[in-house]
Structures are given as C-alpha cells and as structure tokens.
C-alpha cells in the first residue's frame, strides 16, 4: 500500500502543489486544528483509540488473573496456562472477522459495533458471573467471547481510521497524537483492573469495562464520518476503498 500511494503520480502532484504553497507543516497541522471537522475526528481517531486500549490492555494483562477466578485454580500452573491459550487463540476469529467486516461495513461501523459488541459480552460476563459461577463451562464460554469481541472491531479501525480521515500533510501526525492517547489508555487499563478487581470484585470489573467500550461506542458514532459515504476531506485516500487523491493546501 505505501508503495502504490506514495509512488503514485497522484501523490506526487499533491506533494509538489504543497511545497510551492510553502505552508510549513506546523501551519498545516494548526491549521487543521481550527476546522472543526479535523476536531471532531481526533476525539473519535484518539478518545476512541484511548478507551479502547483501557478494555484490551486491562484484559489482556489480567486474563490469568480472570480465569483464575473462573475455574478457581490458580494454583494449578498447567491448566491455568492451557486455559489462557484457549482465551488467547479466541483472538484469531476475531480478527478475521473483523478483516472480512472492514470491507463490508466499514471502518467507522466495525469501530462503532464492535464497541458495543465489547460492552455487550463484557456486561453479560460480570451478571452472569455471580449466579452462575459454578457453571464454569457457561462462565468461560462467556469470557472467550469477550476476548474475541475485543480482537474485532477497534482492534482494526483504530489503525484504518486516520489512514481514511486524515489528508496526507497532517495523517502521520495526527496517527501519532492518536496512537499516543491509546498509550495513555493502555497504561490506565494496566493500572486501574487490579486495584478494581481487589476492592470490588469481577463482577464490577467487567461491568466498569462494559461501560468503558459504551462510551467509545457513542463517541466514535457522534465523531467520525462514514468515510465511505461523507469523506472528511475530497483529498484523503483510503487504503480500503481507494478514493482519489487531490490534495489542496490549508489556507
């Protein structure tokens, strides 16, 4: 894909009009900043990607710790580590899943229904935690769905989204202000489950995550535009649907 876009004569016309405006590229980017369109997606390219990162990194690193509580057997090193690569490999379908919707759905709705799909299942884990914890095959059955709904969805349009929203003067940085929010969500996913878990229990846990990926849901659906239907620049080309490319400067 880099090859084909930044080897396009498309892209090279775009690049030359820019460097005869001789805006430098901080010019650009604030630029930018005052439209409120490029605002309204950075909340939904960034915040989304931010809160996203809370439910995956706060799941990934405490799964041992979840399935523990499943199946009470935390001092069991093997079945517990048999028990993680089964969570672990739930991934798998749920990026192919995801890669197959991406063409059909597109970015902006496989972000928005797979937020909700993750505070669906996580919701229905913590209430099906309680009075059904006996029931282990049920209460596992519910957290490998959890764990496949978070490799489906944001997992994938977080990265897609800035490559179809943003120009190509500004697309490298504002991919960079998102990706550094999600680090701020991965830390804050890795600091806050434990101390969670401890003083509340699984059950608050994952209803604390569910409501974590509602948000993101509703903030991607109010910020980001369906790049498929309302572009939010006539210039952006996207790596999915392979609009053109006609880069005008910012004034």
Known sequence: YQRRVHGSSDYQQAHAALDATGVSLGGQVWGSLRQAKYRRALVGTGIGWLLYD???????????????????NADDVLAESWQNIVVSAM?????LAALWSLRCIGSKNLQVWGFFGIALTSAAFGLAYIPWKDDHALVFGIYL???????????VSTFVLPSEIYP?????TFTGVSAALAKVGALAGTALYQPIFDK??????????????????????????????KPQDPD???PVHHTSLNYKSFD
């Open 236 to 238: 952006v080309i996207s």
């Open 91 to 95: 991934g798998l379908p749920g990026i």
């Open 168 to 172: 190509p003067a500004i697309r490298s």
């Open 200 to 229: 509340y229990g699984l059950t608050v846990l994952m209803l604390s995550s569910a409501a974590v990926a509602a948000l993101g849901g509703i903030i991607s659906w109010a910020t980001l535009d369906d790049p498929r239907v």
């Open 54 to 72: 809370i439910t995956y990194y706060g799941a990934a690193l405490f799964s041992p710790t979840i399935t523990s509580a499943i199946f009470g």
């Open 145 to 155: 769905l959890v764990f496949m709904m978070l490799l489906y969805g944001p997992n």
